[in-house]
């Protein structure tokens, strides 16, 4: 059985949801725990942890939504891409000094993020095109 537009795209925004409030929590909770292994600072771990916080509550918020709106997803993709172009700069800036772990962290959930990012656009292109058929 195949999935309909708007199921996968509640489900990439589910996934979303999941591991955006795992690492939300991860961070808030973690953050000095983190930061000596991690090698960036406590601050930054905490507030990006509460950043994703009402990240996750847009996605919720979107997925529960009979059928999610094609610019609310596309402000997911928007904001997905710009957290993967901040993660990358936060690396090249010079700004910290990350332990090898810290830019390993910095640069898998940059690529989680993306992957992120490709499926909500997967799902725009599948519901644009099924409903054009």
């Known amino acids: 059985m195949s999935l309909s537009p708007d199921s996968f795209t509640r489900r990439t925004l589910l996934l979303d949801a999941a591991m955006s409030g795992a690492c939300a929590v991860l961070l808030v909770a973690g953050a000095?725990?983190?930061?000596?292994?991690?090698?960036?600072?406590?601050?930054l771990l905490r507030v990006s942890g509460l950043v994703l916080v009402p990240f996750v509550g847009l996605l919720v918020w979107l997925m529960r939504a009979g059928s999610p709106s094609a610019v609310g997803v596309r402000a997911v993709i928007a904001i997905n891409l710009a957290w993967v172009a901040a993660s990358a700069a936060l690396l090249f800036s010079g700004l910290v000094d990350p332990t090898p772990l810290g830019t390993a962290f910095v640069i898998v959930q940059a690529l989680a993020v993306l992957v992120f990012a490709e499926l909500q656009i997967a799902a725009l292109r599948r519901t644009a095109a099924l409903r054009a058929a």
Do not use: C, F, V
């Open 32 to 43: 000095g725990a983190l930061a000596g292994l991690l090698g960036l600072p406590e601050a």
